[in-house]
């Protein structure tokens, strides 16, 4: 691939992530907004938001593995009519129940076909291994850029021309996303990922269904799996009820949608940062060290006074490490077993992340409904970015070459 394509594939990569979790990363703007005009209650939303963190990345592994053998762009188009659709049909419905099918099932699903595992998937298969990483991040750096973008324009749209004129506006900006794909079209071609060529044939030799039981029974992606848990529980909670808090501490809502903002622009940096410095360190260092920092962070807002600059600040801090667990997570996943699956297994880890995800916005709206704000919660994400920091520890970072056990007739 000549220098020219590889960077229209990844800026292609890039936009197209940038408008997939532009929308998704937006959602908890439309909470309150919701809230009024359906009368359904802050827990009832918080569910049905909690379905499409789920969602999201249950589709994600489905999606990936479809990529994996017709090619990426068919998906990717799939989910922007999903995407787009879902989140158009949203000021319509009046449920519960159409409320999860809307905004936690069409619109998670048709995102989560143009999210991190397919576009880091189709990249990673057509580049060379010394430019992964740095392509990883540059594309994680795309969605930051979307929540940059997209959370003070819908905020400012929302107070302007109301919430159902801002979301059809998003849902119609999503279908960008077609046009975008088309330097994914066709499979990927096979690029050797390791240097030794026996382990390459003994890893591209096998049926997806082999790769996966040799991948679940590895204990390092079992601990890459714990790890993102923890941060989608972190970040969904973020996204969902952020603006929640910034309600309770009496300040106005704009600052809901600055601070979210902050956070995608701050990550852009710590996105491209992790992409460049899992070229030179270790892997699952960076991600011991992001965990930790962010249990850090949480701990310093708890102890500030509540002020705007406070959260911008906190937005500022944590956006550097928001979403810069991408790019060290799935650069781990191919080297333990290779490009060939890497859509697939990279989206299994997506899924942790949003059940992670699902207990994080549904546990945050139980919690404000049950206590009247989000004290417990801050405690629990202290706790688990502590935890998600100890168990990157063991991870060994060398691939995984192992014969799955026959199958018996």
């Given amino acids: 691939m000549t220098p020219r394509a590889a960077w229209l594939l990844i800026l292609s990569a890039s936009s197209i992530l940038m408008l997939t979790m532009g929308a998704r990363l937006t959602t908890g703007l439309f909470l309150s ?83 991190f595992s397919i576009l880091i998937g189709a990249t990673a298969g057509r580049l060379p291994a010394a430019r992964r990483p740095f392509a990883s991040g540059f594309i994680n750096a795309g969605g930051s850029f979307g929540q940059f973008v997209f959370a003070p324009l819908m905020q400012a749209m929302i107070n302007g021309a109301g ?131 962010r249990a850090v962070i949480v701990v310093l807002y708890l102890l500030a006074p509540k002020t705007a600059l406070t959260f911008y600040l906190f937005a500022a801090a944590l956006g550097f490490t928001w979403l810069a667990t991408v790019p060290p997570t799935a650069g781990l996943v191919g080297k333990l077993f290779g490009m060939r699956y890497l859509a697939t297994l990279f989206g299994l880890t997506l899924l942790s992340h949003q059940i992670g995800g699902f207990f994080g916005a549904w546990l945050g709206g139980l919690a404000f409904v049950q206590f009247g704000d989000y004290s417990w919660m801050w405690y629990a994400d202290i706790a688990l970015a502590s935890a998600a920091a100890v168990v990157n520890l063991p991870i060994r970072e060398q691939l995984v070459v192992r014969t799955p056990a026959p199958v018996q007739a």
């Fill in 163 to 293: 919430w159902v004129v801002a979301m059809l506006t998003m849902a119609a900006t999503t279908l960008l996303t077609i046009p975008l794909a088309w330097p994914m079209r066709g499979k990927k071609p096979a690029i050797p990922s390791v240097p030794s060529a026996g382990a390459a044939n003994s890893a591209t030799s096998m049926t997806l269904s082999e790769q996966l039981r040799v991948a679940l029974r590895d204990p390092g992606y079992l601990c890459l799996h714990a790890g993102f848990f923890t941060c989608g529980f972190h970040i969904a909670f973020l996204v969902t009820h952020l603006p929640g808090e910034v309600a309770l501490c009496s300040l106005p809502a704009a600052v809901s949608g600055t601070a979210l903002g902050l956070i995608g622009l701050f990550n852009i940096a710590g996105s491209l940062a992790a992409g460049a410095l899992a070229t030179r360190y270790r892997m699952k260092s960076l991600l011991v060290l992001i965990y930790a920092s």
């Fill in 33 to 115: 907004p919701l809230n009024t005009s359906t009368g359904l209650g802050i827990a009832s939303i918080s569910l049905a938001m909690a379905v499409g963190q789920f969602m999201w990345g249950a589709s994600q592994p489905v999606f990936g593995a479809i990529a994996d053998k017709y090619g990426p762009a068919r998906v990717i188009v799939l989910g922007a009519v999903l995407l787009a659709g879902g989140m158009a049909a949203t000021p319509f419905v009046s449920s519960q129940w159409a409320l999860m099918l809307t905004l936690g099932i069409l619109s998670a699903a048709g995102a989560g076909a143009g999210s």
